[in-house]
């Protein structure tokens, strides 16, 4: 097939985009949360300002829609805020991107503070002193570095009948001859995080099921595996269940258009299912009574502290929320005249990082647009 050359007849201007955003950011996007980073370097190019009523209005959906793509993409390290002397809010920063093998969000994103922050929460009008729940499987497991492959070392890698059959097995299923850089994720996954043959299968027939017929994609997701401990096909699948069970249903009630959840979703997912015990029909009740309270800004984060109140009181069942509920409105209603109004049930302090992008829909709904 002859090649092509792209090329233009006027003089039109053109916005650069960084590969490690197509390569590893776009992938797992949302395609609204894309098309809002994508004008944002637009306006980047052209120094242009601009309110969130002319971003919502260019692409014909609500401001709330854009705040959650900028609250998104924050969540991402890919974007943060700018605040004026007065706290105001007055700008937004792109920031630099990176491949993802260097993972540099790990130390500094919300998955650090999940581990180590402790923070106030105010449930039923209970103080509670509290941290985050452990991310020790996610965070504390160091995965090995990812070596440039020599020609020798790839072609030595022929001989080797195992890997052969998952080469063949990823070109039949994916529909496509898988490239150097794809060797290099395959064996990466295969020499370096140690997964067996029958792991390994699982994994493509996963990514394929996913529709994500990506060797970098497959990659992440063998980490993010790798991070958990999980070594057989059996763990694989039991966590793909819970892990997709419970997604579907907070992804639902959030409104989130992603067939795949972050690393500190799924850390959020497992400390529930997994250290809290809770079932699904009791996470997504807690997803349901967030909506109520926060219909407009509910997130994982504010879901994780009605289900942390929960644990800590034994709840197991919804007769149990109910009893809750009921002791704390007698609890309340046993408070003497003058003292402060009780705060609603599910309503709690969250960390300094989800504050910042709870508040900045109103910063950008109230000052912006103004």
Not at 302 to 331: C, M, P, Q, S
Request: aromatic share 10%; with cysteine.
């Amino acid at each position: 097939m002859k090649t092509i050359t792209i090329s233009t007849e006027n003089s039109e201007t053109y916005s650069s985009i960084s590969n490690f955003f197509i390569d590893y950011y776009m992938t797992d996007a949302n395609g609204e949360f894309v098309k809002v980073y994508l004008y944002l370097v637009r306006l980047l190019s052209n120094n242009t300002s601009i309110t969130v009523a002319e971003i919502a209005d260019h692409f014909n959906l609500t401001e709330n829609d854009i705040c959650r793509a900028i609250k998104y993409w924050i969540g991402q390290n890919v974007l943060k805020l700018n605040y004026d002397g007065k706290g105001n809010l007055s700008g937004i920063v792109l920031l630099p991107l990176y491949p993802a093998q260097n993972e540099p969000k790990l130390s500094s994103d919300a998955v650090s503070i999940l581990r180590t922050t402790a923070v106030n929460a105010e449930i039923g009008n209970t103080p509670i002193e509290r941290a985050q729940p452990e991310i020790s499987n996610t965070v504390g497991i160091i995965t090995p570095v990812k070596h440039k492959l020599s020609k020798a070392a790839i072609d030595a890698k022929q001989s080797d009948d195992d890997w052969s059959d998952i080469v063949y097995q990823v070109e039949t299923l994916f529909g496509k001859q898988i490239s150097a850089s794809d060797t290099e994720s395959l064996m990466y996954i295969y020499d370096d995080l140690k997964f067996n043959v029958e792991l390994f299968e699982y994994l493509i027939e996963y990514c394929t099921t996913m529709n994500k017929k990506n060797c970098r994609y497959m990659e992440a997701v063998a980490i993010a595996w790798y991070k958990d401990g999980i070594k057989t096909r059996q763990q694989a699948k039991e966590q793909s269940v819970i892990t997709h069970g419970i997604t579907k249903i907070v992804f639902k009630a959030l409104g989130i258009r992603r067939a795949y959840p972050t690393n500190i979703e799924v850390a959020y997912i497992n400390t529930w299912s997994k250290d809290f015990g809770f079932s699904s029909q009791l996470i997504e009740h807690a997803c349901n009574r967030a909506i109520e309270a926060r219909p407009s800004s509910a997130n994982f984060a504010y879901i994780n502290g009605i289900l942390e109140n929960w644990h800590k009181n034994g709840v197991k069942t919804i007769d149990d929320i109910n009893k809750l509920d009921a002791e704390f409105i007698t609890r309340n209603s046993r408070k003497k005249a003058g003292t402060s109004a009780a705060v609603n049930f599910n309503n709690f302090k969250q960390t300094r990082l989800d504050n910042e992008l709870t508040e900045m829909e109103d910063l950008f709904l109230k000052e912006v647009n103004q």
